[in-house]
């Protein structure tokens, strides 16, 4: 049952990157076609117009490749089988709880950090081994208490549920 709720969860991952993928294609075609318009064509020596629009398509198209790759390694994401003895990997749900009892569920992705996805009326937020969270929580077990430090200073969240 939990493989199967990590494989919605991972779905809609894949969608949501496939639908930022589909944006940004868009975006980086209309900064090309803006950048060699003939209403950028330079009008004096400082008019910079199309340059910065060059630029503008260079970047998105920078992004489009960045998430094509992302979308890659999700859809090839294995799903593993995380319990409370083996430690925190990739494709695991974790849930934390702070001292006020204050919970937060994130969904361990190689990819997609940020974003946000609903499963069984439970907000779960996609963090990544290369954020701070993900850190802390790599190699972790239930039961665990990892540090975070905030704007708010430090804060001490215990591992209370993965799978």
């Not at 779905?11 to 003939?38: F, G, I, N, P």
């Not at 198209?61 to 999700?74: G, N, S």
Request: proline share 3%.
């Amino acid at each position: 049952m939990t493989q199967e709720r990590k494989r919605v969860l991972l779905e809609s991952l894949v969608a949501q990157v496939e639908s930022e993928v589909v944006t940004m294609r868009k975006a980086a075609y209309d900064a090309a076609e803006a950048a060699t318009h003939a209403e950028a064509k330079p009008e004096n020596d400082k008019d910079t117009r199309a340059l910065e629009a060059s630029y503008l398509a260079a970047g998105q198209a920078e992004r489009v490749r960045a998430l094509e790759i992302a979308l890659r390694h999700l859809v090839g994401l294995e799903l593993q089988d995380v319990s409370a003895s083996k430690p925190i990997c990739a494709s695991a749900v974790i849930t934390l709880e702070d001292a006020a009892g204050n919970r937060a569920v994130y969904f361990m992705s190689p990819h997609g950090g940020g974003l946000k996805l609903n499963l069984e009326e439970t907000t779960i937020q996609v963090v990544t081994p290369q954020s701070p969270l993900g850190k802390a929580l790599l190699g972790r077990v239930l039961g665990d208490t990892i540090e975070l430090r905030g704007k708010a200073g430090l804060r001490e969240m215990s591992i209370v549920d993965v799978w």
